[in-house]
């Protein structure tokens, strides 16, 4: 009887909501999209009660990971958290790149320090942990790589079967990584989308959960408390401007959720930040439809950009982003690949930082939106390093 009585107080979970028509699904079953419009869900909590314990005083008192947020997100019972350290990473001052692109006040929130060197360790530590306590035994992902490795590892660490769906030019050591964490390895011929075909239609036929980005409710949970952290980490206070590298887009529908969930329990107050979405020059769909006006965005054709994860010619949350870069008096910016690497190289010779060719497109729109006069010298200006330069081979891309 007392467990029963303690483990609604772990998470404050109250029901699933469509992020388009609002039709509203209980959370103890297992969804993917909404089953009325066919969009994306959403996890909602009862705020007010979540904010009783989740206080500032409470959280200085709890272990500096994800897992410390655990009233905002979906896992009921702390013994079904499947956890290898995920979350807490440093939020880097940047002075020496910083003064060389003109920004005195410009921060890189480190991803690359998760377990599996990505920050799609967040997402997968918490969609596995909901996925198993509703009674899921066996999943599925496609990927260009880190998600793929992440799931491989989470799965392993609670010992369940995971099937990974990789695109043929996945990096050799990420397949190698899945592999060695035990999962089943897939290569699909060709990009992304046939990886997530491949995924989706071996899992309806198999019985197998499937993963793919924002088809599930729980991995955007994760990838929220970058934005918890954030807040945390500037005492409370938000950026001026995030801007992050966008492949699938469920970061920046994370940050976007954490600072609305942040600002409903009084823990941020004021202006929430400008949010800049980064993409390759060669695999740019949410920049056309920036570009265009348009509420959706077209599926990119002839994919050509060596950075894995912006490799995504595609994504069901097309219209989330858009909204939220909008919302935000934020921006779109497409990065060539020689900048990519330029840029890694410049940040690791001037910070000691080795960032994947992704992370590298952030800073390199940094630089450009400096010049065009979108940033001022003196804003609070986040970077995220979604990935370790070494999961891609180091900086001798």
Known sequence: MEGRHLLPAYSHLTHLECSACGATYSPDELHSLCRACGKVLYARYDLARAAETMTVAALGARPFSLWRYHEVLPVRDPAQVVSLHEGGTPLLPLPRYGAEIGLSRLLAKDEGRNPTASFKARGLSVAVSRAAELGVRAMAIPSTGNAASALAAYAARAGLEAHVFLADDAPPVMQAECAAYGAHVHLANGLLSEAGRRSRSESGERGWFDL???????????????GYEVAEQLGWELPDVIIYPTGGGTGILGLWKAFG??????LVRGDWPRIVSVQAEGCAPIARAFAENADHARPWENVRTFAPGLRAPATIGDYLILQIVRESRGTVVTVGDDEMRETRHAVARAEGLDVSYESGATYAAARKLHATGFLQGDETVVVFNTASGLKQGGTEG
């Open 261 to 266: 969930e942040l600002e409903a329990m009084g």
């Open 212 to 226: 793919s980005t924002l088809r599930e409710p729980y991995r955007v949970e994760g990838k929220k408390t970058m």
